[in-house]
């Protein structure tokens, strides 16, 4: 077992785009049974039952007889390749977030006071990306000159402290949404009202650990009174299942 065993051994010639084969641009490595090569040291290999067997030499010393893939198959791996490489482009960021939020909150403020938020978030990049959304509890402590009660809909968009969400191992990202977040809100209502908010999350303590997710939204509802506030909160799955994989 070796972390280059995806490249034959040979990651330098070879690349892996899409967890389907290695290829370079001439060959591509699709191994049957009965299958053989000699190594530039001259030891035999045979492919078979799964795996390489050989007689000495080193496997990473390997010239290879191998497949070449059809005009259709390059056309479609490379269409592939083009369009996640487009997707995750900075120009496509700017258009579209890394996550987008919807959630349900209410907040009590006299000065000092507290803000509960129920959310589903969809991440549109990177290896956490589905259609299903991750639903969290997220409970926070605030203060600033505000005196405000409100039930708020929120709709927010955020981006991963990345600048490539597939440099992200699987799990980073959704993790990313539990755990200790900053965030600080403006809020006006007079029984219709609402909010401008934004949050940074940490990957352990807030503001002296990691970044994670950036985000900013606007809230609208029930609301009575106003002013600005900053605080911290946690984060929790409501569905735990989907944060154990």
């Known amino acids: 077992m070796s972390p280059y065993s995806a490249f034959w051994n040979n990651p330098i010639r070879y690349n892996d785009p899409d967890g389907r084969c290695p290829e370079c641009e001439e060959n591509v490595i699709d191994p049957t049974d009965?299958?053989?090569?000699?190594?530039?040291?001259?030891?035999?290999?045979?492919?078979?039952?799964?795996?390489?067997?050989?007689?000495?030499?080193?496997?990473?010393?390997?010239?290879?007889?191998?497949?070449?893939?059809?005009?259709?198959?390059?056309?479609y791996y490379r269409g592939q390749a083009a369009a996640q490489d487009a997707w995750n482009s900075p120009m496509a960021r700017a258009y579209f977030p890394d996550k987008i939020s919807l959630s349900f909150s209410s907040s009590v403020t006299a000065f000092a006071g507290t803000n509960t938020d129920f959310s589903f978030n969809w991440?549109?990049?990177?290896?956490?990306?589905?259609?299903?959304?991750?639903?969290?509890?997220?409970?926070?402590?605030?203060?600033?000159?505000?005196?405000?009660?409100?039930?708020?809909?929120?709709?927010?968009?955020?981006?991963?402290?990345?600048?490539?969400?597939?440099?992200?191992?699987?799990?980073?990202?959704?993790?990313?949404?539990?755990?200790?977040?900053?965030y600080g809100s403006a809020d006006a209502g007079l029984g219709l009202g609402g909010s401008i908010t934004g949050s940074v999350g940490f990957q352990d303590s807030p503001l002296v650990s990691r970044p994670t997710w950036i985000s900013g939204g606007v809230g609208i509802g029930a609301s009575i009174g106003g002013g600005a506030t900053g605080g911290v909160s946690y984060s929790w799955p409501i569905v735990p299942s989907q944060f154990k994989r």
Do not use: C
């Open 34 to 75: 009965g299958q053989s090569y000699t190594s530039t040291g001259g030891a035999d290999y045979t492919f078979g039952n799964g795996e390489w067997t050989r007689q000495g030499g080193m496997l990473n010393e390997v010239t290879v007889t191998a497949q070449k893939p059809s005009l259709l198959e390059k056309g």
């Open 123 to 182: 991440i549109t990049r990177g290896h956490d990306a589905q259609f299903t959304p991750y639903a969290v509890l997220t409970v926070g402590g605030q203060g600033g000159p505000q005196v405000s009660g409100d039930a708020l809909i929120n709709f927010s968009a955020g981006y991963y402290a990345t600048s490539d969400m597939r440099s992200l191992q699987r799990g980073q990202a959704r993790d990313g949404l539990l755990g200790w977040s900053t």
